[in-house]
C-alpha cells in the first residue's frame, strides 16, 4: 500500500471531513502504513501529500476550511454530508476579519531579518496632506541590506572599492488575501508602483489562491516584481518568484523624502551607516536597527503573537 492509499483508506472514517492531525493519527492507530523509520516528519508528508491531492484536481478528495480556519479533508463521495453541516459552519471564501494588514508586519519583518535584511513600516497617514492621495508611490515596508564579508580587512577592502554595490534597498507591499485574477492584477501593479525606487520590489501576501501562480509567473518575468508567501511562522514563509534587481530611482527616493517623514529617516539612517567608517559601522548600523521594527525571537513568541491578533495558524502548525 502506498501513503497516498493509506491517506484515501484512513478518510473512509471522517465522513465529516477530518484536519492532518486526526487523518495522520488514524493511520498509525489502525495500522493502515508504516512509516519508514528513517522518516523524520511522517505527519508533514501526509500534510504535504493532502496539500498536493487536492492542487492537482484529484477527484477523490476535497477540501474546506472549519470553524478554526484550518484545512478539513474528505472524500468527493461524503460531500453530502459536508453540505449538511450548514453554511454556518463553514467559511465560503477566504476572508480574514479579525485581524488587520498591519498585524502582518512584525511577521514579514521576522523573515526578512533572517536573511540579513532590516525593515521598516512606512505610516502612509504621516505624509504631508497634500500628498496623501498618492497611494501607489507608498510601500507598505522598506528595508535595506549590506552586503559583508567575514574577514574584517576583506570587508573593508570591498567596501572601499564596491561602496555602492555593498547596499540593497527593498521594497514590499503586504495583502491578506488575494483570490482571484482581478485581485493579482491590482495589487501586483500597485507592488509595481510602490516598488519603482527601490533595488527590488515584492509582493507579499498571507492568503493566495495558488491556481495564480502561472499568472505571477508571467508578471514576475515581465515587470521583474518578486513575490514572497507569507506563513503565520515567518521561518517557514516562501519566495515564488525572486524580484529583478534595478538601479535606484531618486527622483521617486527624493519625492518619497519629501512627503514621508518615516521614510526620509529611514534613507537618512541608511546613508548614515553606508558613509561611516570602520570604527563607526556597528553602532551606527545598530541605530539603524532600532529605527526598524521589531522581530520576534523565538516561536513561542511568533505563536502567541498570532494567537492574540487572531491571525490564522497555518495548516501546519496545527498538525
Known amino acids: 500500500m502506498t501513503i497516498k492509499e493509506a491517506v484515501l483508506k484512513s478518510l473512509e472514517d471522517f465522513p465529516e471531513g477530518g484536519i492532518v492531525r486526526e487523518v495522520y493519527n488514524n493511520i498509525l492507530a489502525k495500522n493502515i502504513f508504516i512509516f519508514n523509520k528513517d522518516a523524520k516528519t511522517p505527519d508533514a508528508t501526509v500534510s504535504a501529500l493532502l496539500g498536493d491531492m487536492v492542487k492537482h484536481g484529484d477527484v477523490r478528495i476535497k477540501r474546506i476550511k472549519n470553524e478554526q480556519n484550518v484545512y478539513s479533508y474528505y472524500l468527493s463521495k461524503f460531500s453530502d454530508n459536508i453540505e449538511k453541516k450548514g453554511a454556518s459552519a463553514i467559511p465560503k471564501s477566504k476572508t480574514f476579519p479579525t485581524f488587520q494588514e498591519r498585524d502582518l508586519h512584525p511577521l514579514l519583518c521576522t523573515y526578512l531579518s533572517n536573511d540579513g535584511v532590516m525593515a521598516k513600516t512606512i505610516f502612509h497617514e504621516k505624509s504631508t496632506k497634500a500628498e496623501e492621495h498618492q497611494k501607489w508611490i507608498h510601500p507598505d515596508i522598506v528595508g535595506v541590506k549590506f552586503e559583508q564579508r567575514k574577514n574584517k580587512t576583506c570587508n573593508s577592502l570591498f567596501s572601499a572599492i564596491n561602496k555602492k554595490d555593498t547596499l540593497r534597498l527593498y521594497s514590499y507591499e503586504l495583502k491578506r488575501c488575494i483570490d482571484n485574477d482581478y485581485e493579482l492584477k491590482k495589487c501586483f501593479f500597485q507592488a509595481v508602483s510602490n516598488?519603482?525606487?527601490?533595488?527590488?520590489?515584492?509582493?507579499?501576501?498571507?492568503?493566495?489562491?495558488?491556481?495564480?501562480?502561472?499568472?505571477?509567473?508571467?508578471?514576475?518575468?515581465?515587470?521583474?516584481?518578486?513575490?514572497?508567501?507569507?506563513?503565520?511562522?515567518?521561518?517557514?514563509?516562501?519566495?515564488?518568484?525572486?524580484?529583478?534587481?534595478?538601479?535606484?530611482?531618486?527622483?521617486?527616493?527624493?519625492?518619497?523624502?519629501?512627503?514621508?517623514?518615516?521614510?526620509?529617516?529611514?534613507?537618512?539612517?541608511?546613508?548614515a551607516t553606508l558613509t561611516a567608517d570602520d570604527k563607526h559601522f556597528e553602532p551606527t548600523k545598530d541605530a539603524l536597527v532600532k529605527l526598524c521594527d521589531k522581530t520576534f525571537k523565538t516561536e513561542e513568541e511568533i505563536r502567541e503573537y498570532c494567537i492574540n491578533n487572531n491571525i490564522p495558524l497555518m495548516e501546519e502548525d496545527n498538525i
Open 195 to 271: 516598488s519603482s525606487w527601490a533595488n527590488c520590489g515584492y509582493l507579499v501576501a498571507f492568503d493566495i489562491n495558488e491556481e495564480l501562480r502561472d499568472e505571477l509567473a508571467r508578471l514576475n518575468h515581465s515587470f521583474g516584481t518578486g513575490f514572497i508567501l507569507l506563513k503565520s511562522n515567518p521561518y517557514e514563509s516562501q519566495i515564488w518568484f525572486s524580484a529583478k534587481e534595478k538601479s535606484l530611482d531618486f527622483n521617486t527616493i527624493d519625492k518619497l523624502c519629501g512627503i514621508n517623514p518615516d521614510f526620509e529617516k529611514f534613507i537618512s539612517r541608511v546613508e
